[in-house]
């Protein structure tokens, strides 16, 4: 029998690589529109972990969501968790401003995976995507750090990849550490 769980997202391509990830370990994953307070914190696992409690009370529902941050190692963690708003304000030329003669190019990814039960505490499964920066933009795929960030194992931006490849991407350990927290792996 089949676990069902609710992402919480309005992004297709995101059900999408979660469907992807957990179908082998007879896991359903099903897309839930709705609107989660994103807390103003540092810490993406704390943003993850807040707006999953949300809506796992609010729909009564088991869900994950994911959130990320984007960690430039010249600018000390600078954009983290706000990269979401760094996207709508910025053009990639204004953020590659800010680390351009920066020696170090250096940047990653968190992904917290945040899951929770109805009147459960919240957990986080955490991974980092380690890659390099650019200092001109590539690709017309997905938003504008995905133009300026080169993953480790791949030869060109996030928004270069394929969707195949982006899948493969981001259907990373996050969801392996889920499934063995469910008894599914």
């Given at each position: 029998?089949?676990?069902?769980?609710?992402?919480?997202?309005?992004?297709?391509?995101?059900?999408?690589?979660?469907?992807?990830?957990?179908?082998?370990?007879?896991?359903?994953?099903?897309?839930?529109?709705i609107?989660?307070?994103?807390?103003?914190?540092?810490?993406?696992?704390?943003?993850?972990?807040?707006?999953?409690?949300?809506?796992?009370?609010?729909?009564?529902?088991?869900?994950?969501?994911?959130?990320?941050?984007?960690?430039?190692?010249?600018?000390?963690?600078?954009?983290?968790?706000?990269?979401?708003?760094?996207?709508?304000?910025?053009?990639?030329?204004?953020?590659?401003?800010?680390?351009?003669?920066?020696?170090?190019?250096?940047?990653?990814?968190?992904?917290?995976?945040?899951?929770?039960?109805?009147?459960?505490?919240?957990?986080?499964?955490i991974?980092?995507?380690?890659?390099?920066?650019?200092?001109?933009?590539?690709?017309?795929?997905?938003?504008?750090?995905?133009?300026?960030?080169?993953?480790?194992?791949?030869?060109?931006?996030?928004?270069?990849?394929?969707?195949?490849?982006?899948?493969?991407?981001?259907?990373?350990?996050?969801?392996?550490?889920?499934?063995?927290?469910?008894?599914?792996?």
């Open positions: 029998m089949k676990k069902i769980i609710y992402l919480v997202s309005k992004n297709p391509k995101k059900v999408k690589i979660a469907q992807s990830a957990l179908e082998k370990f007879a896991v359903q994953v099903e897309q839930l529109e609107e989660t307070p994103e807390i103003q914190s540092s810490n993406t696992e704390e943003v993850a972990r807040y707006s999953v409690k949300f809506a796992a009370e609010e729909t009564g529902k088991t869900v994950i969501k994911g959130d990320f941050g984007m960690h430039i190692e010249a600018l000390g963690g600078f954009p983290g968790p706000f990269v979401k708003y760094i996207n709508k304000w910025l053009a990639a030329e204004q953020l590659i401003r800010l680390y351009k003669n920066e020696a170090n190019k250096k940047a990653y990814f968190i992904d917290a995976l945040g899951y929770c039960e109805p009147g459960k505490e919240a957990i986080c499964f991974t980092n995507t380690y890659g390099r920066l650019l200092i001109k933009p590539q690709g017309d795929n997905g938003n504008m750090v995905d133009s300026i960030f080169i993953p480790d194992g791949f030869d060109k931006t996030i928004a270069e990849l394929s969707e195949e490849e982006s899948v493969r991407l981001w259907s990373n350990d996050r969801y392996l550490k889920l499934a063995k927290y469910l008894g599914c792996a």
